[in-house]
């Protein structure tokens, strides 16, 4: 904060919910402190992180955006990093109505956000909370996203970031030729973290759609 001031940058690619979060947050802080600066995509957000030369306090960011393809931004998670990277200071505050397991152990070990909130799970108090308890420089996980850890934590060994996000791509739809884009690895690469996915997963042979089954059936998207 400077001069008393919280400057937040909330990207969120529904106008409705960035408005709600706007008024949620002006019902409890002087509207005088707060400087807020919206984003409805990857691209917009990232012309505001990568022109602002002051670091905003807070970022509320919506896992699930329009990409950036350009910049190889195809998510808030990837946001994240980005800001992670440049703003050491900056506290993240993950929003998404993702619910998987998986998805949101992911986020947490990848990101480690200041607060990882499912849009189900919490009302207007909540954001509060979560939003004071970021301010005052604590953590703050809905329920959900804490049963996430607990539950994946116990099923995920001998899996890294790397077959993990593998899991939760194909899961989405997204094909393996395709996965080069949204990872930076090779194909080869991919191809050798999937024969290994299908060892843990004790498949003996089977393609994506085997996977993606394997991994819903143990809980894990």
């Not at 986020?107 to 956000?113: A, C, G, Q, R, V």
């Not at 996915?197 to 996977?211: A, R, W, Y």
Request: aromatic content about 8%.
């Amino acid at each position: 904060m400077r001069n008393g001031l919280i400057s937040i940058l909330i990207v969120d690619d529904h106008p409705t919910m960035i408005e709600g979060y706007k008024s949620i947050l002006n019902s409890n802080y002087s509207t005088e402190n707060l400087v807020i600066t919206v984003a409805y995509n990857c691209e917009m957000a990232y012309e505001y992180i990568t022109k602002n030369n002051q670091a905003y306090d807070i970022v509320l960011l919506d896992l699930a955006l329009p990409p950036y393809e350009a910049a190889k931004l195809f998510s808030g998670e990837d946001l994240a990093l980005l800001i992670k990277k440049l703003w050491k200071n900056t506290k993240i505050m993950m929003l998404t109505s993702h619910a998987e397991a998986f998805i949101l152990y992911n986020l947490i070990k990848k990101i480690n956000p200041e607060a990882l909130l499912i849009k189900s799970d919490f009302a207007s108090e909540e954001l509060l909370k979560a939003f004071q308890s970021v301010l005052d420089g604590q953590t703050y996980y809905t329920h959900t996203a804490q049963q996430s850890i607990r539950e994946v934590g116990t099923k995920h060994f001998g899996l890294d970031s790397y077959d993990r996000r593998i899991i939760s791509l194909l899961a989405k739809g997204i094909k393996t030729k395709n996965l080069p884009e949204h990872m930076g690895i090779t194909i080869s690469a991919i191809d050798k973290r999937k024969a290994q996915i299908k060892v843990f997963f004790n498949l003996q042979k089977g393609d994506d759609e085997d996977i993606i089954m394997e991994a819903r059936k143990r809980g894990l998207v």
